[in-house]
C-alpha cells in the first residue's frame, strides 16, 4: 500500500470542498466559521503533500513552514469570527 | 511512503473528512465542536503521515482552539438571509468544486521524488519562518494580533450596549 500527490492531492481537495460546504450549508453565520478550518486545513494538506513529493527546488521544508502558518492563521480568523458574532443566550 | 505511513495516510484522510462531514450535519455547538477537534486530529495526522511533524503539533493545538471556540457555550446566532434555495446551490458549487480540483489532481502529471526528511526539524522551520520568509511571519503575527484585539474590542463594545 502507497500514497502518492494524486493521493494527497484528493485529500485536501476533499476537505477544501467539505469547509466550502459547511460555510454555505449552515444557517447559522456563526456556525459557518467552523468550515474555515476544513477549508485552511485543506489547502495546508496540499502544501504539506507538495513539499512531500516535489522534485526539485528548495527549502524542503516550505510545505510545513505554509501548513504551521495556515493553522496559527485559521485559529486567528476563528477568534475573530466568534468575536464579531459577540455574546449571546446558547443554542 | 512506507505501507505504515500509508495506512496511517487513510485513516487520517476518513477521520479528517468524516469528521468534516459531521461538523455539517451534526447539530449543537457541543458536537460541532468535537467534530472540529476530530478533524483536527484528522489533519495533524495527514501532516505526520506526510513527515510535517511540526506542522502537525501546531495543527493540533490550533484546532483545539478552534474546537473550544466553536463549542463555547454563548456566543451570539447570526442568522444568514440568504434562503434555502440558495444553500442548496452553494452545497452543489461546492460539489461542483470538489468534482474540478480532484479532476486537476488526477489529471495533473506530477514528478515523484525521494525525500530524505522525516524528523519534526523545529531548527530548519525556525530559520525559514525568520531567516527565509520574514515578511510571512511578521503578517501572521500581525493577523493573530489584529484579530485578538478585534476579537477583544467586538465583544466588549457589545458587552457595552447591553
Redesign the interface.
Known sequence: ???????????????????????????????????L??MF?GA??AF??A??????GD???????V???L??????????G?????????? | ???L???G??VS?AI??GG??L??FLPG?GA?GL??AL??LG?AG??A????D??GL??L???A??AL??A?????????PVGFAW?QA??V???G??AV??YA??R?D????T?R?GEI?TA??GR??FA??AL??AA?GA??F???I??????RV??RGR
Open positions: 500500500m502507497s500514497a502518492g500527490l494524486v493521493a494527497v492531492l484528493f485529500v485536501a481537495v476533499a476537505l477544501v470542498a467539505v469547509g466550502a460546504f459547511v460555510a454555505t450549508w449552515k444557517r447559522d453565520l456563526s456556525s459557518a466559521l467552523a468550515g478550518p476544513l486545513g495546508g494538506v504539506a503533500g513539499a512531500r513529493f516535489s522534485a526539485a527549502p524542503k521544508i516550505f510545505g510545513q513552514e501548513a504551521a502558518l493553522a496559527v492563521a485559521t485559529l486567528a480568523l476563528v477568534a475573530l466568534v468575536g464579531i458574532a459577540g455574546r449571546g443566550t446558547s443554542r | 511512503m512506507d505501507s505511513h500509508a495506512i495516510f487513510y484522510a479528517s473528512v468534516g462531514l461538523v455539517a455547538r460541532r467534530a472540529v478533524s483536527g489533519i495527514l501532516y503521515s506526510l513527515s510535517a511540526f506542522a501546531v495543527a493545538v490550533c484546532y482552539g478552534c471556540l466553536i463555547a457555550p454563548r456566543y451570539r446566532s447570526v442568522d444568514s444553500r452553494g452545497a458549487g461546492a460539489a468544486l470538489f480540483l480532484a489532481a488526477f495533473g506530477f514528478v515523484e521524488a525525500y526528511g526539524g530548519a522551520i525559514v519562518l527565509h520568509d510571512t511571519a501572521l493577523l493573530v489584529v484579530a485578538l478585534g476579537a477583544t474590542a467586538a465583544w457589545r458587552e
